[in-house]
Each structure stands twice: as C-alpha cells, then as structure tokens.
C-alpha cells in the first residue's frame, strides 16, 4: 500500500521560506515522478512544481524563481522549499506521486496546510 505523508507546513510571515516534505513508503521510489498540488480557499486545486524519476523539473509560473522541487531517492523524501512566500501561498499542499517521465495522479498524501501572513 503506498503512502506519501506531507510534512512542514505551519504558519510564516510573508517573505519567509518554508519547506515541505513528502515521505512516501509502498513504492519504487526512484521509478517515480512525483508533484505538489496546491488548493486555496473557494480555488481549485493546481499542480505547482513536479520532478521526474530523472529529476526533471517545472514549475507553475506563479511560484516559478520562489519554489524549488527536489528528491532524495535515499530517503524516499521529495522536497518543496518555498522562498519569498507570499499572502497567496497560503493553501493545503498536496504531494503526489504516479508516472515516471510524465506526473500522473495515482498516489496523494492527505496535504498539509500552509499559512502566510503579513
């Protein structure tokens, strides 16, 4: 049974950094492309950065230069470190994980809540 277990959210002030963690167990982890959703209040929710099993990355014009996704294949941990953050970053944040060269949705953790204040 795979299981991908978000942690590292929690309150900032805007300006701040934060990172998030995904561990995921159940899985062949370096087999997988892995991705952070995001869903704000009354939004919809939206992929914001995704590395590949090759260590490919995008990210989403809206946290591209201020996120940066990564992955430790030795510790079954992928990374979302947020810089510069900012009153609309606040959201859940979700890892997910299927694919391998292209993110699909197969796995999702159950999200950790991100809060940026003034």
């Known amino acids: 049974q795979v299981h991908l277990v978000e942690s590292g959210g929690g309150s900032v002030q805007a300006g701040g950094s934060r990172r998030l963690s995904c561990a995921a167990s159940?899985?062949?982890?370096?087999?997988?492309?892995f991705g952070w959703y995001r869903q704000a209040p009354g939004k919809q929710r939206e992929l914001i950065a995704l590395i590949t099993s090759a260590g490919r990355t995008d990210y989403a014009d809206s946290v591209k230069g201020r996120f940066s996704i990564s992955r430790d294949n030795a510790k079954n941990t992928v990374y979302l470190q947020m810089n510069s953050l900012k009153l609309v970053d606040t959201a859940v944040y979700y890892c997910v994980a299927g694919g391998r060269t292209v993110l699909t949705t197969n796995y999702w953790g159950q999200g950790t809540q991100v809060t940026v204040s003034s």
């Open positions: 159940g899985l062949t982890f370096g087999n997988y492309a």
